[in-house]
């Protein structure tokens, strides 16, 4: 009766390389894609005193086996390569591509004249209460309650100074 594994078959060779005994006496010779052993063997009831020690196993389930670590290995390297480039667009936009924005139009608002409004300034909206509201349309408009500077006013022309050659 064989004991351990059954897939594992096992020959004993003599010198010349001719089979002396096998687990399985028709397959002395092991497959093209067999995981194979041998060892050298010395016993005097071997034809020359040598002979070696032979043990192979079918290796299908292993090359199986070795094929899905490969996919699964590869699938897990292109899942990290698509997750750190997800990260790094998220912080591109958050840190570079959004402020950027904020700056640009900050700029526009500027060369149209809105930068000193206030935020929502030419935009139609304010951050004033309706009620605060009513009250500017109700009350002229003074110096004091515009929330931007105004021109200076030009007084009257000076004459040109007058300069004494002696």
């Given at each position: ?10 020959a ?7 089979v ?31 002979g ?43 840190l ?10 900050s ?36 110096r ?6 105004r021109?200076?006013?030009r ?7 007058r300069?004494?050659?002696?």
């Amino acid at each position: 009766m064989w004991r351990g594994y059954s897939d594992h078959q096992v020959a004993l060779l003599d010198g010349a390389g001719g089979v002396v005994t096998a687990s399985l006496p028709g397959a002395v010779a092991p497959p093209a894609k067999a995981l194979r052993a041998s060892i050298a063997v010395q016993s005097a009831l071997l034809a020359g005193g040598v002979g070696q020690l032979e043990v192979w196993q079918d290796a299908s389930i292993f090359m199986a086996e070795s094929a899905a670590r490969w996919r699964l290995w590869w699938f897990n390297i292109a899942l990290t390569a698509v997750v750190i480039v997800a990260v790094l667009q998220v912080a591109i936009f958050l840190l570079v591509s959004r402020p950027l924005g904020l700056l640009v139009r900050s700029l526009r608002r500027m060369e149209m004249g809105y930068l000193g409004r206030g935020a929502g300034a030419g935009l139609g909206f304010s951050r004033a209460s309706p009620r605060q509201k009513s009250a500017r349309r109700l009350t002229p408009p003074s110096r004091s309650s515009t929330p931007w500077p105004r021109a200076p006013r030009r007084g009257p022309e000076l004459p040109a100074p007058r300069h004494r050659c002696r």
